[in-house]
């Protein structure tokens, strides 16, 4: 039921506190989350939320979605030039390469 209601907030909630306290539970709870993050992800609002969500992709996800994470990275530098929002995404890619390539 938590994790219903936290996955639907996810899409919209504006809230700071919101979203570093989701991007931690993401982190630590017992259900990887990360194929339904690749699949909503379209669908959450915020472009900073975006680029932190992508470090749960990079702390637990599989080496299958690293070409994602390469194109978010390439999206957001191209579209957010006075941004770091690609610096979520760049750390997710190493963190995938730390794991799955040593």
Known sequence: MLMTWIKEKTMKNGQDIFRENTLYFFLYCEENCCNWLMK?????RNEY???M???????RGDVEMLSFLTK??????RMYLQETYAQGPILAIQELAVRFLN
């Open 40 to 44: 909503e992800y379209s669908n959450i």
């Open 49 to 51: 939320f975006k680029s």
């Open 53 to 59: 969500l992508c470090l749960v992709i990079g702390f």
């Open 72 to 77: 978010e990275t390439e999206r957001l530098e």
